[in-house]
């Protein structure tokens, strides 16, 4: 079993509408979630972190994490064709600090590809 | 967020030779990471460099193959040695500054080995 594992893409959505990523992962005492896009040719760009169980917004994303499913999810809604990219799901295992920040190694998924066509 | 400079952003490499890539922090960080990434793939942590003490690194990849330095709290390097075609990727740097700001990446250094 993949460590960190997002469904399977490549993912297609039309302008305006809700793309969902996915991403599980195995280890339990994982701490922080991490949600990256990544253009082609250029470096990853983080664009949500969630910490706690629940549900954290952030403009037109959204993040989910469900620690007792271990499951992270992202919710892009009003999809743009600027959103085409890579999107890699990230996981460390090293507990947050009160700030809430971690220190440890980031794990990433595969990627899921979504294209958003007009 | 912390902003890194990270050079060569790309070099063409002959097999059998050594190519060292340099990031530079704008701000003094505890840990820096390496990462590979390989075409079409995901990233993957090489190494985990902290200042004053020697790197830890994953398994599949040793510190003949990979050395790295960390002389201070803003720079470090990573050496990929007697490259060979399959040394061919991405490497990227990374470090994580503050509270909220999660993890930050340099710019990446696009490496082709022939």
């Known amino acids: 079993q993949k460590e960190v594992e997002q469904n399977s893409g490549p993912l297609s959505v039309p302008e305006g509408a809700i793309a969902s990523l996915n991403c599980t992962y195995s280890d339990r005492g994982s701490q922080s979630f991490f949600w990256y896009r990544q253009y082609s040719g250029k470096s990853p760009e983080l664009i949500m972190s969630i910490y706690s169980n629940g549900d954290k917004e952030d403009g037109r994303f959204t993040a989910q994490l469900n620690k007792a499913s271990q499951y992270v999810s992202l919710l892009i809604r009003d999809s743009q064709p600027s959103d085409s990219a890579t999107y890699l799901c990230?996981?460390?295992?090293?507990?947050?600090?009160?700030?809430?920040?971690?220190?440890?190694?980031?794990?990433f998924g595969q990627g899921t590809i979504l294209t958003v066509h007009p | 967020s912390a902003v890194i400079s990270q050079k060569p952003s790309r070099d063409i490499c002959q097999r059998g030779t050594s190519l060292t890539i340099q990031c530079q922090v704008d701000?003094?960080?505890?840990?820096m990471f390496w990462y590979r990434q390989q075409p079409g793939q995901s990233l993957t942590l090489i190494a985990t460099a902290n200042q004053g003490s020697e790197a830890t690194y994953e398994s599949g990849f040793v510190i003949d193959k990979f050395p790295i330095s960390r002389p201070n709290l803003t720079f470090s390097t990573l050496t990929v040695s007697n490259m060979s075609p399959e040394d061919s990727s991405i490497y990227l740097c990374s470090v994580v500054t503050g509270v909220g700001t999660g993890y930050t990446f340099g710019s990446g250094t696009r490496l082709t080995v022939v």
């Open positions: 990230a996981v460390n295992i090293k507990s947050p600090n009160a700030g809430g920040t971690s220190y440890g190694k980031l794990t």
């Open positions: 701000s003094q960080v505890t840990m």
